[in-house]
């Protein structure tokens, strides 16, 4: 069993910077690919963006390429969401999560979920 905890999330004016966290529980974080997630009110939970057990890898949405950026740190089991020139439309609780067999492109990849982290932007 993995646990997942996000944190960073909070108000922030469009253009602006965020950073979110996610650390995770267990000795074994090197071995699950990592991924977020996202949710608006009334919408399905959609991809963001995912890498590889090391990092070597990256994934994007179009709708964040070029803005968001996801790493990793294996020695701290966390993983990062960097994101820059926020919009509105950015605005969507952000999930966390690991996949134990393959790049975590679709909700059905992910073996464990955190609990979110909101993330608001103004105009």
């Known amino acids: 069993q993995v646990q997942l905890v996000e944190s960073g999330g909070g108000l922030v004016q469009a253009g602006g910077s965020l950073r979110l966290s996610c650390a995770a529980s267990?000795?074994?974080?090197?071995?699950?690919?990592m991924g977020w997630f996202r949710q608006a009110p009334g919408k399905e939970r959609e991809f963001v963006a995912g890498?590889?057990?090391?990092?070597?890898?990256?994934n994007y949405a179009d709708s964040v390429k070029a803005r968001f950026t996801i790493s990793r740190d294996n020695a701290k089991n966390t993983v990062y969401l960097e994101m820059n020139s926020l919009k509105p439309e950015d605005t969507a609780v952000y999930y966390c999560?690991?996949?134990?067999?393959?790049?975590?492109?679709?909700?059905?990849?992910?073996?464990?979920w955190g609990q979110g982290t909101q993330v608001t932007v103004s105009s």
């Open positions: 999560c690991a996949a134990s067999r393959a790049m975590p492109v679709s909700r059905g990849d992910a073996d464990y």
């Open positions: 890498i590889s057990t090391s990092g070597s890898i990256t």
């Open positions: 267990g000795r074994t974080f090197y071995s699950y690919r």
